[in-house]
């Protein structure tokens, strides 16, 4: 017995809705994976922005650092407290290095002894003064 046209239009239909449905799916799947390539896209793109953000904050706790005392944390300031470069190379305010009339005092930075004898220089770190200035 030959299918009935009703049947084959059913057959059509379903055959339509099948197809439909696939179409559909295959936009679906195509639409998660371009979601998907951007989430992956932001999530490096703030990975980048987190190591930038704590570059900045590491050169300014640096920089910070660089216009204070190690010692005492007082902020230079070029006139009462100015940096004094040690033997070993790293600087304290002038008050620390000769704190006391003391003539041997320990770096805070790598703490080396530097001994001060009578008629040593006092070399004033100029770098960090000049940026203390500005």
Not at 7 to 12: G, I, L, Q, S
Not at 46 to 65: M, N, P, V, Y
Not at 102 to 127: H, P, V
């Amino acid at each position: 017995m030959a299918p009935s046209s009703s049947n084959k239009r059913e057959e059509r239909l379903e055959k339509r809705t099948v197809e439909k449905l696939g179409e559909e799916e295959e936009k679906d799947r195509k639409e998660r994976e371009q979601i998907e390539r951007e989430i992956r896209e932001m999530e490096r793109t703030l990975a980048e922005f987190d190591r930038g953000t704590q570059a900045i904050a590491q050169h300014d706790q640096s920089s910070l650092r660089m216009k204070t005392c190690r010692k005492c944390q007082r902020p230079y300031n070029g006139q009462r407290y100015f940096p004094v470069a040690l033997e070993c190379g790293h600087t304290e305010c002038n008050r620390c290095r000769f704190e006391d009339n003391r003539q041997i005092s320990r770096c805070a930075e790598c703490r080396k002894l530097s001994i001060i004898l009578r008629g040593d220089r006092i070399y004033k770190n100029i770098m960090i003064s000049k940026s203390v200035e500005k």
